[in-house]
């Protein structure tokens, strides 16, 4: 027990010091975001021996873009964990590994949620009055409330699910079903739930008219649906580039194509690699000998091309000593999906399955490899645990293949549609009938007794949304250039449209029908650039612990190497 | 130096040596900033001035004959005698428009009670046998700190209302079991002769948090 | 150490000392909390030693901020008694006295300006908020073609911002006023965008109350000086009507619009509008807040 508390321990000081370890892009990322998240701390405190006056906000608009770019945020937390369905229920593995880098954007989502709710409030410090028991808390009839407990659920869900599936891999074991499954579904349903019941926050108020519309819960989920995979295109291909190693079609130094003639294996191989292998030890021996049969041990230094992307053949490799790296191509660079070390596999995916190979392993030292026929590998997985333990390390690998890529697509190509249908039948109820509620509709689309502030956001929003669903419809976009483009529209319309478009005309104008215009403060702003610098911080943080987990660099059997 | 590309190995540990050091140079500047800056004053405020006393005065607008003898003033104008004769009422003299001409030593009083100059005759009110007194029209007397009985006869409805406490201003106790309370009769609002609430300036209007007050609306666009 | 470790713990240091730096406006945040208003229990849960103790404190601190001593009491609502407002939309000429005396008897801040009754000025014919002038400033008032209307807390039988407050800082007590407990509330601001009728107010800013325009007769849940950061609005005068006084607004209407008094009594002339008039409504009836406000003409 104690010496679990400890690997752990350790396991989160190795993530912690790898935080601040990288090349000098990483550095002066990471240097701009954390000067912007002190300009926005300085602005927070500006505000809090002021007062909220320093904002734009006033008794007419009393919220501002802190709650805009929170119900924004909350809808990217959402959708992040709603790719998990495709996954977990279809089944589909390309989308595997990517699934923790969603879950890691919600957790980080959460968190800037949290920060932009309580920078909003007036006396923060009452924080406590919110705490049952302690405090007063209005469960169930204040929607806040129910927005305080679904969200800081769905911040411990994610992060019990992304700490355990990532701990799992650091120890190079298979994640136990029960610990996550159960967790992984009740978080997608939770997902629907703090947006809807973020939703309610405003349909709830009937006071409001503009808010006040069974159509404000959907728009909110197809937004964020939208808005959410559309983040995270762009963040995996972030990932795909800072992690690359190198352009394709410049020439990783190999040293030569030619390797040492290779030996014949024998049984003190197969030895050898139990030592490292302990499964390999349940194979009977005469598994063991029908094995060895083609079987071949290579010595290879460093640089030396064991498999290259794209050849098909039938041989599976596992390491006796040293270290190999495999990389795969994407999108015009080199990627390390995986490192595998003394007792460690790869390529036995091509082999089993007869496909081309998906990336090149090269030794990235002096190294001594087992090659393996597809037969031969097939016989020592006669024994059972020899064959679950090669199952379960066929999926440990970091791909971020395009394939995965364009199911995002799909999820933000149709939410995209949803939402605008949604927005034309908004529009549709709001100006057709011509009663009076219209107010607020007609100062945001049309401008209102000579207040016009919000008209060019309004149409550059939906300007924005449009052409990127006509984009998301061509066959255009399945070009990651053009899908790129239109992730950009879309993340920018929509956040328009839930911050300018929602959060604002539904105080303007106020109930008793004055119209007083909204314009953030630079104080504000600052507080907001601040709040998204450290999500963004927090982001780099998360993927600049979690990738090299998933590739297989950091884990358990490299403990006291230096990094 | 796990992931990074060998070829930018060698440059890459100076060039990111010179972003160490030139982000923690950055850092103490921004520090440096910061206390510079200090509080800052991120508002500037408006000038706001402080409200006329006369707008939360409870006076009310007239003194009735009744609050000046409660104030113990002097009552000369009230003493009609004092010019007129006993058994002589006053004649009221009109002119080819039929307009009552007021005489010039009441040319304080300007006569407007009704429309079309319905109510012209002094003595629907005054009575003229005793100009000390006030007369109804089924010849009741009524004294002049008594007048809501003279307005009544003629204003009903008006008359009921103020009676429950509907019409007209009551300050005091709501709870008349904890103290008493002030009635305003009707010549506190309402001038005898000339009974319509006259126009009077209003109170500054709202000023918002920021910015200069809007204008208010064109009455021609009030929609 | 490698230089690259040493610049690593340098960029530490500079960034600790950044963070120490950008927090220096803290420095000026002196009378934000202490400890005995941080640990302030609520309202409903406090024992009357407690709130001696909290009334006690209160006048220390406003003493220590006005040089005046005031007086707060914490009125109880009084039994058999359900407060109503009636407002006589034939009389108001829209001189907006009501405002300026709640004004002055409620300590509102007059910079930022803080105005608990609006007063809207609508063309003949219409009940539409929407063609209302808040801003209105003609020579003289009432202005041909046009009637005004006062828009103040409606202290609902179905109040939405007691319905949606998540700390419960805001509630509605017997005697039918929604009260508000300054200590407690957390500033969200969710009642503000709840209420259907623009009553509610926060303080965006340290209130600033003239020293020699304070009110020193005060109550816990009513007129006392609020802080920046939470909500305030129209308490039907709690210091004088739950004391059995009319509140400021009535007090100081010149043309007797106003009307205040408890329901339950059949005497009350309230009870008389309500019983006697034809026609009285109560604004946006059909958010179903039920407003103990009612607005009515004189047939």
């Known amino acids: 027990m104690i010496q679990a508390t400890r690997n752990y321990f350790l396991f989160l000081r190795r993530c912690g010091r790898i935080a601040f370890v990288g090349d000098w892009r990483y550095y002066a990322w990471m240097g701009l975001l954390t000067a912007i998240c002190l300009f926005g701390l300085n602005a927070y405190c500006k505000q809090l021996v002021h007062g909220l006056i320093v904002t734009g906000m006033t008794d007419e608009v009393s919220w501002g873009v802190y709650i805009a770019n929170f119900t924004f945020l909350v809808g990217v937390a959402a959708a992040a964990v709603m790719m998990v369905i495709p996954v977990y229920i279809y089944g589909n593995e390309d989308l595997h590994d990517l699934v923790i880098f969603g879950e890691l954007l919600a957790v980080a989502a959460i968190i800037m949620c949290l ?34 407990i679904v969200l800081n659920g769905y911040l411990l869900l994610n992060v019990y699910i992304c700490g355990y599936l990532l701990y799992r891999r650091y120890q190079k074991k298979k994640p136990s079903k029960w610990f996550y499954y159960p967790f992984v579904f009740i978080a997608i349903v939770w997902a629907v739930s703090i947006h809807t019941v973020t939703a309610f926050l405003y349909v709830g108020l009937g006071g409001r008219p503009f808010w006040n519309s069974a159509i404000v819960g959907p728009r909110f989920l197809a937004s964020a649906f939208t808005a959410g995979p559309a983040l995270i295109i762009l963040a995996l291909q972030v990932v795909r580039r800072v992690t690359a190693s190198a352009p394709a079609g410049v020439a990783v130094r190999l040293r030569s194509d030619v390797i040492a003639a290779p030996r014949q294996a024998t049984l003190k191989d197969l030895d050898l690699l139990a030592h490292h292998l302990p499964e390999l030890d349940t194979v009977s021996m005469e598994d063991r000998l029908a094995s060895l049969h083609g079987a071949t041990v290579l010595d290879v230094a460093a640089g030396d091309v064991l498999l290259r992307q794209g050849t098909t053949e039938d041989s599976a490799f596992f390491v006796l000593s040293g270290r190999v790296v495999v990389k795969r191509e994407e999108g015009g660079r080199f990627r390390i999906t995986r490192s595998a070390g003394p007792g460690e596999q790869f390529g ?201 987990i998933l590739q297989g660099r950091l884990s358990k059997a490299n403990e006291g190497q230096e990094l | 130096m796990e992931n990074l590309p060998e070829k930018t190995r060698g440059k890459n540990g100076t060039k990111a040596n010179y972003w160490l050091g030139g982000i923690a140079l950055g850092f103490f500047g921004l520090g440096a900033f910061f206390l510079a800056n200090g509080g800052g004053h991120p508002v500037t405020q408006q ?131 904890l103290g008493g309370i002030q009635r305003l009769s009707c010549a506190n609002c309402h001038n005898p002769h000339a009974p319509r609430i006259p126009t009077r300036e209003p109170a500054p209007g709202p000023h918002p948090l920021r910015g200069p007050a809007p204008a208010p609306a064109n009455p021609e666009t009030a929609r | 150490m490698s230089r690259r470790n040493f610049l690593r713990g340098a960029v530490a240091v500079s960034g600790l000392t950044a963070l120490a730096a950008s927090l220096s406006p803290l420095l000026e945040l002196s009378d934000f909390t202490n400890v005995d208003q941080f640990m302030q229990k609520y309202y409903k849960k406090m024992t009357p030693a407690d709130m001696a103790k909290v009334l006690t404190r209160i006048e220390g601190e406003v003493q220590r901020q006005y040089g005046i001593r005031p007086h707060v009491r914490d009125y109880k609502p009084m039994d058999g008694v359900e407060f109503v407002y009636c407002l006589n939309l034939t009389r108001c000429i829209g001189c907006r006295k009501c405002v300026h005396a709640c004004v002055a008897e409620n300590n509102q801040s007059r910079n930022p300006e803080i105005q608990y009754i609006r007063v809207l000025k609508l063309p003949h014919g219409s009940l539409d908020v929407d063609k209302a002038d808040h801003n209105y400033a003609p020579a003289a008032v009432p202005e041909p073609g046009f009637f005004y ?127 006697e008039k034809r026609i009285f409504i109560q604004l946006k009836e059909e958010m179903g807040t039920s407003p103990r406000f009612f607005y009515y003409f004189d047939v």
Not at chain 1, 116 to 124: I, K, S
Not at chain 2, 58 to 76: G, H, I
Not at chain 3, 156 to 175: G, L, R, S, Y
């Open chain 2, 47 to 177: 000038n706001i001035p402080l409200v006329d006393p006369k707008f939360i005065a409870t006076t009310p607008w007239r003194e009735t004959y009744a609050d000046m003898v409660k104030a113990n003033e002097d009552l000369s104008d009230y003493d009609c005698y004092g010019c007129h004769e006993k058994n002589n009422p006053p004649p009221i003299r009109y002119d080819a428009n039929q307009k009552i001409i007021i005489p010039k030593e009441h040319s304080d009083i300007v006569m407007a009670h009704g429309a079309h100059d319905r109510n012209n005759l002094c003595y629907n009110c005054h009575n003229e046998q005793n100009l000390l007194t006030l007369q109804v029209r089924d010849g009741r007397e009524i004294k002049f700190d008594n007048i809501p009985q003279l307005c009544g006869s003629c204003h009903g409805p008006t008359l009921r209302d103020w009676e429950a406490g509907a019409h007209g201003r009551t300050s005091g106790y709501w709870d008349r079991s």
């Open chain 1, 348 to 548: 036995e995916v091509s082999a089993l399955a007869g496909t081309p190979r998906v990336a090149t392993a090269t030794a990235e030292k002096r190294s001594l490899v087992l090659r393996l026929p597809a037969a031969s590998l097939r016989r020592l997985m006669q024994s059972h645990k020899m064959n679950e333990i090669v199952q379960s390390r066929m999926s440990e690998r970091l791909m971020i293949t395009d394939h995965g890529l364009l199911m995002l697509r799909s999820i933000v190509q149709v939410s995209m549609l949803i939402n605008v249908f949604l927005l034309l039948n908004e529009v549709f109820k709001e100006f057709y009938s011509g009663n009076l509620h219209v107010a607020s509709a007609k100062y945001l689309f049309i401008g209102l007794h000579g207040h016009y502030a919000l008209v060019p956001w309004i149409w550059t929003a939906i300007g924005l949304n449009v052409i990127a669903m006509i984009l998301l419809v061509l066959p255009l976009s399945r070009s990651l250039k053009w899908l790129n483009v239109a992730c950009v529209l879309c993340i920018i319309g929509i956040w328009i449209e839930k911050g300018m478009g929602l959060v604002i005309p539904g105080f303007i104008p106020t109930p008793l029908g004055a119209i007083v215009d909204y314009r953030p403060s630079l104080n504000e702003t600052l507080v907001c650039l601040g709040i998204w610098a450290f999500g963004l911080l927090l982001y780099t943080i998360f993927l600049r612990m979690a990738v090299p």
């Open chain 3, 149 to 275: 209307m006062p828009v103040q807390c409606q202290q609902c039988k179905n109040p939405p911002c007691v319905k949606v407050c998540p700390v419960h800082a805001t509630w509605q007590e017997t005697d039918g006023i929604t009260v508000i407990d300054y200590s407690w509330c957390i500033g969200c601001r969710y009642c503000e965008a709840a209420c259907p009728y623009f009553a509610r107010r926060f303080n965006f800013a340290d209130p600033q109350i003239p020293k020699d325009r304070l009110n020193p007769n005060m109550s816990y849940l009513g007129n006392r000086p609020r802080k920046r950061g939470v909500m305030e609005k129209c308490h039907f005068c709690i210091q004088r009507t739950r004391a059995g006084r009319y509140p400021a607004c009535v007090e100081v209407c010149p043309v007797g619009a106003r009307k205040f008094g408890n329901i339950l009594d059949p005497e009350s002339e309230v009870s008389y509008i309500l019983r």
């Open chain 1, 115 to 148: 920060a932009f709710v309580t920078v909003d409030l007036g006396r923060p410090d009452r924080f406590w009055h919110l705490i049952p028991g302690i405090g007063q808390f209005n469960f169930p009839a204040s929607m806040l409330s129910w927005d305080v």
